[in-house]
């Protein structure tokens, strides 16, 4: 502790509305977790029929900052639209979405520009040759990318807890 500020205090998501995409599985859901245990509200999407969706809704129930699981077809613009604009003005904010990068994530940012604005945090892989922060330059978001490391499975969760903070990090920024 420095004076009155505390590292944890940063760190404080409450009121936050956080939108995390395809993310009922993986680092996805380390990042929707720590997210809503720092008091977040996460929107959680996950595609219809998702095997994952039932223990991502355990994962995540009884946290600090609520979750709501909203099943989305993948790569869907209007559906992801609809979306933005649902939890915007249920909320009347949307502070960030988090995805994976992928070659359709132009479409997805692109609603979110329209809608809300915002900070978009990009997982990335570091091996990888594309740069989606310069192919979305021109939108009016706040581009935040974080590297996901490629790692062992015997040690997935520990690779997920440092993404995850990473994002929490930066949503709070």
């Known amino acids: 502790m420095i004076g009155?500020?505390?590292?944890?205090d940063r760190l404080d998501l409450?009121?936050?509305?956080?939108?995390?995409?395809d993310g009922s599985h993986g680092v996805a859901l380390?990042?929707?977790?720590?997210?809503?245990?720092?008091?977040?509200?996460?929107?959680?999407?996950?595609?219809?029929?998702?095997?994952?969706?039932d223990r991502a809704r355990l994962v995540l129930t009884g946290r600090p900052g609520p979750a709501t699981l909203v099943e989305l077809p993948p790569h869907d613009a209007d559906a992801w639209r609809?979306?933005?604009?649902?939890?915007?003005?249920?909320?009347?904010?949307?502070?960030?979405?988090?995805?994976?990068?992928?070659?359709?994530?132009?479409?997805?940012?692109?609603?979110?520009?329209?809608?809300?604005?915002?900070?978009?945090?990009?997982?990335?892989?570091?091996?990888?040759d594309d740069d989606p922060v310069d192919a979305l330059a021109d939108l009016d978001l706040l581009l935040d990318p974080v590297p996901v490391p490629a790692h062992d499975p015997d040690d997935a969760r520990a690779a997920h807890d440092l993404v995850a903070e990473a994002v929490a990090l930066r949503c709070a920024g």
Do not use: M, Y
Request: hydrophobic share 45%; net charge negative; proline share 5%.
């Open 4 to 8: 009155n500020w505390c590292a944890d």
């Open 14 to 21: 409450a009121g936050r509305v956080v939108v995390v995409a």
């Open 30 to 53: 380390a990042v929707a977790a720590a997210l809503c245990d720092r008091g977040a509200h996460v929107v959680v999407t996950c595609p219809p029929n998702d095997v994952d969706a």
């Open 82 to 128: 609809e979306l933005l604009e649902g939890v915007h003005e249920r909320h009347d904010r949307l502070d960030a979405c988090v995805h994976r990068a992928h070659p359709r994530l132009r479409e997805a940012a692109e609603g979110q520009a329209k809608v809300a604005g915002g900070r978009l945090v990009l997982l990335t892989r570091p091996d990888s």
